[in-house]
């Protein structure tokens, strides 16, 4: 449990306490409040100590996280002898992973052997190209 007292982790226990004692604070002074006549503040009254659970929680959270890792640091090593040994398995049978291969580019060619003539395509490509040459115009500003 030294690793509880370094100074990151001081600093961590030092602000869950000014924080839950901040907030259930802030709490009490809703209640008084709404005690006053503020009936909204009545909900305040029920948020804070609320507000306050939840940093507890994470504090809680983060210090179970840390004596797992700890506690995963501190074990010694698996000894390679002891290990069971994997056995091949062959690349056709089911549950295996196919094989990363390269990918492959195809060429697009159109179906008459010429470039087909698409007048969208090309009034977009236009307006690309406009756009591109005007970087601070907005979209609307387009002549075409």
Known sequence: MRWLWTPAWIARHVA???LVVGFLGLGWWQIS???????????YAVEWPIFAGFVVYVW????????????VAAEPPADPADAPVAEAVPA???GSRPA???PV??????????????TDLAAYNDYLSWLNA???ARPGDYPG
């Open 92 to 94: 056709g049978t089911a």
């Open 105 to 118: 580019r195809v060429a697009r060619v159109a179906a008459g052997g010429e470039a087909a003539d698409d």
């Open 33 to 43: 409040r709404a005690t006053a006549g503020n009936s909204l503040s009545w909900g």
């Open 100 to 102: 990363v291969r390269r």
């Open 134 to 136: 005007n970087p601070g």
């Open 16 to 18: 869950m306490v000014v």
């Open 60 to 71: 809680w959270r983060e210090v179970r996280l840390a004596r797992r890792k700890a506690a």
